[in-house]
């Protein structure tokens, strides 16, 4: 399993676990977990997708 597979599945546990309050506070630990975990999502995507590049010169 890829690791934005691993990180997509912790995205949906932490949407679950969202109460949806009707004012989401930004102190509210799922809501800090879920832009922490879109950032990494977004981050492992962008770098699956691009072409492995060398780092040796």
Same mark, same amino acid.
């Given at each position: #399993?890829?690791?934005?597979?691993? @990180?997509?599945r912790a995205? +949906?546990?932490?949407? +679950?676990?969202?109460?949806?309050c009707a @004012? *989401?506070?930004? +102190? *509210?630990? /799922?809501? /800090? =977990? ?9 981050d492992l995507?962008? #770098?699956? =997708? &691009?072409? #492995?590049? &060398? +780092?040796? &010169?």
């Amino acid at each position: #399993m890829m690791q934005s597979e691993k @990180v997509q599945r912790a995205l +949906d546990a932490v949407e +679950d676990a969202c109460g949806h309050c009707a @004012v *989401c506070s930004p +102190d *509210c630990p /799922i809501a /800090i =977990s879920k832009r922490a975990l879109t950032g990494l999502l977004y981050d492992l995507k962008q #770098m699956e =997708s &691009s072409p #492995m590049e &060398s +780092d040796c &010169s």
